[in-house]
């Protein structure tokens, strides 16, 4: 009796290693299979694309999901449109915040963009409308006009009734939690919506990605004040809590960066002549701007080109291979100077000893993002 125990625990001992050998081998088959397949994909890839706008296969990465948090804004227009048209990342939703115009009216302009791009079916969630000192927006710098679209209404807008009910702060604040650690905000106008996010809620920048900032200037050169952005100068409070609290990785662009990259007034001449009915729109609505800012500072010699902020931005949180030359520092928001209030300061020599706390884009590819930025506005109409 036990000569035969003995025989059937040899049996089961040998079928358990043979199961597991099997188990083992069949495991190795589909890892091989794996890497064959992404070796195919990569080179696949690299038959196909363009070294130069080389981005990644949108049938083979799952889309980077993101909340666009906008001022809108002409600029924002291009920008917001850049992102809808893109096969990278999926618009999650769009938050509004006070600064070329009210809240309120920036979400009027945001229907009329997703109108424009056939998107209507992304959520709109209406934001801060004043500052954090309780500074209110009716019309900021009257730079797009008070309507922040060029004081050129639309007859055929969409219904403000699409607008959520829900506030923009509450949105942020839900959808970080939906989908923690999986989305980014791209930050396209003051700060307010962010920061009021964060004193809600703690822990809102650990539920974030990313977050996507155009604002701030690194050489305290300003284009609102001798030496503030715009952004940064609607809230410069709201400015500086998120770059001391929000704790997920943030990426900077600000205002010399975009001021180096403008275009000439020859390739905006060829741009307004191609033929795209979004392109029409657009240079529809940027006619006030054109007459009453651009035209008359290009006179006095104040302005040599036109010029570009969030839709370099958007690049970059579209493609991260826009970015050039970055630096990670430590970075401050001045709120007392007489004339440096809202002046983004930077640690370059690290005499303050802090931890770097933001990524500042000092150089970033043109063409790259022109490329992408053409490619949106010529979609099929």
């Known amino acids: 009796m036990a000569e035969k125990l003995e025989k059937i625990l040899i ?13 083992e081998h069949s495991a190795l088959k589909v890892l091989a299979t794996e890497i064959r397949t992404v070796k195919q994909r990569f080179y696949t890839k690299k038959r196909n694309l363009k070294l130069e706008h080389a981005v990644p296969d949108c049938k083979v990465n799952m889309k980077k ?13 291009q920008a917001i449109l850049m992102a809808l048209t893109s096969c990278h990342v999926e618009v999650v939703a769009i938050t509004t915040v ?14 009329r963009i997703l109108k424009l ?19 209110k927006v009716e019309g900021c710098s009257g730079y797009h006009g008070s309507d922040g679209f060029g004081e050129s209404p639309d007859p055929d807008a969409p219904d403000s009734s699409l607008v959520q009910k829900e506030d923009g702060v509450s949105a942020l604040i839900r959808l970080s939690k939906q989908f923690s650690g999986d989305i980014s905000v791209v930050c396209i106008g003051p700060l307010t919506n962010m920061a009021m996010a964060l004193r809600k809620d703690k822990m809102f920048g650990q539920q974030l990605e990313k977050c996507y900032i155009m604002g701030g200037n690194y050489y305290g050169k300003g284009n609102v004040t001798v030496s503030a952005e715009f952004n940064f100068h609607v809230d410069p409070e709201a400015a500086r809590e998120v770059l001391h609290d929000l704790c997920c990785p943030k990426t900077l662009l600000g205002w010399e960066t975009c001021d180096e990259n403008s275009f000439s007034w020859d390739w905006y001449k060829t741009f307004l002549k191609m033929k795209s009915n979004r392109i029409k729109y657009l240079a529809e609505l940027e006619k006030y701007t054109m007459n009453k800012y651009y035209i008359p500072n290009i006179n006095k010699g104040l302005i040599q080109n ?8 958007m690049a970059i949180a579209l493609d991260e291979n ?12 001045e709120l007392k100077g007489e004339l440096t209030r809202a002046q983004m300061v930077v ?30 506005l010529n979609e099929n109409d």
Not at 65 to 77: C, N, S
Not at 322 to 333: H, L, N, P
């Open 347 to 376: 640690d370059w020599n690290k005499i303050l000893g802090k931890e770097p706390n933001v990524k500042i884009v000092t150089k970033l590819d043109r063409d790259r993002a022109e490329k992408m930025l053409m490619e949106s």
């Open 11 to 23: 049996n089961k001992q040998f079928w358990e290693r043979s199961i597991n050998f099997h188990q």
């Open 65 to 77: 999901k993101i909340i666009i948090d906008t001022d809108a804004g002409l600029d924002d227009a």
């Open 306 to 313: 036109y010029e570009m902020a969030d839709q370099f931005l």
């Open 322 to 333: 826009v970015i050039m030359e970055s630096k990670t520092v430590y970075a401050d928001v």
């Open 117 to 135: 791009a056939d998107r209507l079916d992304i959520p709109i969630y209406v934001g801060c409308n004043q500052a954090l000192n309780g500074y």
């Open 98 to 111: 006070m600064g070329n115009t009210g809240s309120p009216q920036v979400a009027l302009n945001v229907l």
